[in-house]
């Protein structure tokens, strides 16, 4: 029994011993730190499942000393820093990019193809190479050419609408979440796969289940905490980012070969895709075989953030009753000068509004993440990063730090009025030659 307890206490005071060396990281490089647990470090919360991952960031961005341009916290044993300050944050994003160019996990699952094998997930150079590809497809002439494809995705939800019953106050009540999904769904199908999807009448079984088991599952939950946070069990466990459904590759090839032998065009991403097949090919990153297949990965990855924004902006407007006739009113002026068109959807803009200061509150992306490729010198102090630190900056927490908005807590488009001036830490698409493709 003496030698059992003996080794206990051992076996206790070395794991003491370690741990309490390994969160000391920051403190012996100068650096302010969260005082962490000797275990989860600053992330118990999130690894608990207690808290999304990307707003327990948030949590540790408001528990820093409030002027800390930076602070050092941990994931488990790993030394992560997060950036607080807009200025500092360009000199890592912007003026020092090629040092910060790959986010943390890219790379970190091979089988995760669709996942990481498009703009989202690669590494430089081949991530470069892409986005000249790939961009040209976002253009806002393109959109305009899909723009089409979106009004005819929205008939079922309208007719869907319409046939709801209403209340005996004659008032309908909808799950906008649930409306959202459904359209984004029938949408990224037609844009990004070439299909019609009806998921208001006809819903397809396996595809549906697939994006809504990967989007709003617990494996979903699983899958943002391994890969953003911990990216060296993502190969161990098979964490995924997207779904890898035989039936989105078959309808995607389908389309693809359909397109190639009819010469058929949609404006929709798939005729970008062999237009790009079909150009001169750089041996970086060829567009053929599963390349392509890969490339819709993009449009998915906007799925979630899409159709999060959509169901808070609703949520806002619906709290708030003077904004939803503001917003309305400038639709019904926007469309009765332009009808259903491009130019309608560009003159909308207190609804532009609404959604901007939905996306500083509700962030659907609500962390970006980077490594450290080689040293490097924080500028103005004297402290360096080593070589593959995680570098973290909380959107969630930008956007409702105090020291950058009015009554930060409070939802107003104004905020966003034209001749107002937007504070630098309005991030929400991200910052850099790395920002979001789909701003």
Not at 338 to 353: I, S, V
Not at 396 to 424: C, M, Q, S, V
């Amino acid at each position: 029994m003496l030698i059992t307890l003996i080794f206990i206490a051992t076996v206790i005071v070395l794991f003491w011993t370690y741990a309490s060396y390994k969160v000391s990281y920051w403190k012996r490089r100068g650096v302010e730190s969260l005082t962490p647990n000797l275990i989860f470090g600053n992330f118990k919360d999130a690894v608990l499942f207690r808290s999304a991952p990307g707003w327990h960031i948030g949590d540790l961005h408001k528990l820093a000393r409030p002027d800390a341009p930076f602070v050092g916290f941990y994931i488990f044993h790993k030394p992560c820093l997060l950036l607080r300050d807009p200025d500092l944050i360009k000199h890592f994003m912007i003026r020092d990019f090629e040092n910060f160019s790959d986010r943390h996990f890219a790379g970190s699952n091979q089988k995760d193809s669709i996942g990481m094998k498009n703009l989202f997930g690669l590494k430089n150079p081949a991530w470069k190479y892409l986005r000249t590809k790939i961009t040209p497809t976002l253009t806002r002439g393109k959109l305009k050419q899909m723009l089409p494809l979106m009004m005819e995705t929205a008939e079922p939800m309208m007719r869907y609408i319409d046939d709801q019953p209403a209340n005996r106050d004659n008032v309908k009540l909808l799950d906008a979440q649930d409306l959202n999904y459904k359209y984004t769904t029938d949408l990224i199908a037609s844009v990004a796969l070439g299909t019609k999807i009806d998921s208001f009448y006809y819903p397809h079984e396996e595809f549906s289940a697939a994006v809504q088991e990967f989007f709003y599952g617990f494996k979903r939950m699983v899958a943002l905490v391994t890969v953003f946070f911990m990216p060296e069990l993502v190969e161990l466990i098979g964490t995924r980012m997207l779904f890898n459904s035989s039936f989105v590759k078959k309808i995607f090839w389908n389309a693809m070969e359909s397109r190639e032998k009819t010469g058929e065009k949609r404006g929709d991403f798939i005729d970008s895709l062999l237009q790009i097949k079909n150009s001169e090919q750089n041996p970086v990153y060829k567009f053929e075989g599963d390349n392509l297949l890969y490339q819709s990965g993009t449009f998915f990855s906007g799925f979630e953030s899409s159709s999060t924004c959509t169901s808070f902006t609703l949520m806002e407007l619906a709290k708030h009753q003077v904004y939803q006739d503001l917003a309305r009113k400038d639709i019904n002026n926007a469309i009765e000068k332009h009808g259903w068109t491009y130019e309608a959807f560009k003159e909308m803009k207190y609804l532009e509004q609404t959604i901007l200061e939905s996306l500083r509150l509700h962030p659907p992306v609500s962390t970006i993440d980077r490594y450290t490729r080689q040293n490097y010198k924080i500028p103005d102090t004297d402290i360096v990063i080593e070589k593959g630190t995680p570098i973290y900056i909380s959107l969630y927490g930008l956007g409702t730090d105090p020291r950058f908005w009015d009554k930060p807590e409070i939802f107003n488009p104004d905020r966003f009025a034209e001749g107002n001036h937007i504070p630098d830490a309005y991030m929400t698409f991200g910052i850099g030659p790395r920002m979001c493709v789909g701003k």
